[in-house]
Structure formats: C-alpha cells, structure tokens
C-alpha cells in the first residue's frame, strides 16, 4: 500500500521568507499528489496540485516540486504571509486507489508577523 | 451558501449511545466521503460512495455504517458509541477529477 508521510509535525518561518513543507511516499506509480490547507474550526480545502508527468506546479506564491527519484514532495510559499497559518496536508491518490486519496499526518506552519 | 454542509457541527454524546452525522452537497458531485481527523494521523477514511448504489469500506470502517440517501446526501451512523471514535469527522464530495471538496467538519466527543 501506498504510504505518505509528512516527517515535520511543525514549521515556523518569519513573514516574507520562503515555507517549504515536504511529503514523502513509498510506491512509484502513475500518481497524482495534491496540497490542502486546513485552518481551525474549517474543512480542508485544496490547494495545489500535481500530476507525477510534471516536476513541476506553480500557482501564484505556491509550487509544488515532485522529486520522483528520491519518491519526495516539497510545498513552497513564497512570500510567506501570517494568514499562511494552517495545517497543511500532502495526499496521493493513484494505483489502484482510484477515487481515493491518502493523506499524509499535516504540517502546522506557523507564520510570524 | 456553502457547497458541502454538515450537521451538527458540534456533538457530545455517551458511550453506547447511537449517532448520526449527515452530509449534504450542491456540487452535482457522484462521489462522496467520510473521513476521520486525529492529530498527529491526518485524515483516515472510514467510507466511501461512487454512486446511490455503491458502498465501500475505507480504512478504519469498523465501528461505522453509512447510507447514500440520493446523489446529495451520505450519512454516517456509529451504532454504539465509543470514547475512541472521539474525533473530528469530514465528509468530502468529488466528480470526475481527483480534488476532493470538503465540508466544515464535526467535532464529535464521546463521553
């Protein structure tokens, strides 16, 4: 089975300078990884996205990078800003898992005005 | 309004007791989701539904049941309560891609 993990419960950077938050997975397979953010007290939404043809996905301060070789994921904000503030979760979804995604444990990052 | 609702959002409850969490969605989407929220485990999946006539188990489905009312409603049910299945429950919908949309959650505590 597919397993990922996010290996840094907690991130905290100054606003302005650049969050990098990283994933982890076991198989290598046609794949599909997304980025959610999670705010309290609210449902994940998504946030970015990318397919394993790429290595790359950018979308405005956020890129995703897929290290398909080192089987590794990499968010980075920049700027960080302070309503950057969340958890924020990497899930995979392929294989034989169509339709369904796993999710990594989340990252808080914290972002210091 | 929002695309995926959930009611309650909030619900204590006692051990042996049984409960229901309902989900509701306005985005047309076939498939819909159950997940469970604890920390430091992210989000585990308990059900799942392609279609009104199709159940499947997730992960963690012990101790749960669910029902696809129509297209707009997946409910899940924990027939007898217990303090572990404290957590906080979202319920997701999807169409023909991959991204999940979720709703606000309920925080569920079982004394």
């Known amino acids: 089975d597919q397993q990922v993990k996010q290996n840094s419960p907690s991130l905290s950077v100054q606003e302005g300078r650049i969050s990098i938050l990283n994933c982890d997975y076991t198989n290598s397979m046609f794949d599909y990884f997304l980025w959610y953010k999670k705010y309290p007290a609210e449902g994940p939404t998504f946030l970015i996205s990318i397919s394993s043809i790429k290595d790359k996905n950018e979308d405005g301060r956020f890129t995703v990078f897929l290290n398909k070789s080192a089987k590794h994921l990499s968010l980075h904000i920049v700027p960080s800003q302070p309503g950057d503030s969340a958890v924020y979760f990497c899930a995979w979804a392929g294989g034989t898992s169509y339709g369904k995604l796993t999710f990594g444990q989340g990252t808080i990052l914290t972002v210091h005005p | ?111």
């Open chain 2, 1 to 111: 309004d929002a695309d995926v609702t959930q009611t309650p959002r909030n619900r204590i409850t006692k051990t042996g007791k049984r409960i229901m969490l309902e989900c509701s969605q306005t985005k047309g989407h076939d498939r819909m989701y159950w997940y469970r929220q604890d920390p430091g485990l992210g989000l585990r999946l308990i059900y799942y539904s392609f279609d009104v006539k199709d159940i499947n188990k997730g992960e963690i489905s012990d101790g749960y049941s669910v029902s696809r009312q129509a297209q707009a409603k997946f409910s899940l049910s924990l027939e007898s309560a217990i303090p572990n299945q404290t957590a906080l429950y979202f319920c997701a919908t999807a169409g023909s891609e991959e991204t999940q949309y979720f709703g606000p959650g309920t925080r569920l505590l079982v004394l």
